[in-house]
């Protein structure tokens, strides 16, 4: 079974970076898009930032400018945050599809302290 691991978390202050990471456990024939989601506590899901498998991104609107999404040819999949707000503190949540299937990531934590 293919999971998808994330790395990256962690904390930081305001106006600071982090880069998180998404990665297929095994080769996965065919990836198409892949995203992030982040919750944040008492809040629902909200998607972050997508990438389709011909490179075409889109960002929510509270991240554009700031988020920068990626994918290598090995589907490694990564999200460059910068400038860093308090409201950016959520569980960040990485997923794949390939075909019909959808696959998730474990979350990791982002803390952006004021």
């Known amino acids: 079974q293919v999971q ?6 962690g904390l930081v202050q305001a106006g600071g970076s982090l880069r998180l990471s998404c990665a297929a456990s095994k080769s996965v ?3 198409n898009d892949m995203g ?6 008492g809040k629902q899901r909200e998607l972050v930032a997508t990438i389709t498998s011909g490179g075409s991104t889109n960002y929510a609107d509270s991240v554009k ?3 920068t999404i990626n ?9 460059q945050m910068s400038s860093l707000k308090p409201e950016d ?5 990485c997923y ?7 696959i998730w990531g474990q979350g990791t ?4 302290s004021s």
């Open 36 to 41: 992030w989601y982040r919750q944040a506590p």
């Open 109 to 112: 934590q982002v803390t952006v």
């Open 89 to 93: 503190t959520a569980v960040y949540y």
């Open 4 to 9: 998808l691991v994330e790395s990256g978390g």
């Open 71 to 79: 994918r290598d040819i090995k589907n490694t999949m990564y999200l």
């Open 65 to 67: 400018g700031r988020f």
């Open 29 to 31: 024939f065919s990836i």
């Open 96 to 102: 794949a599809l390939s075909g019909t299937l959808l």
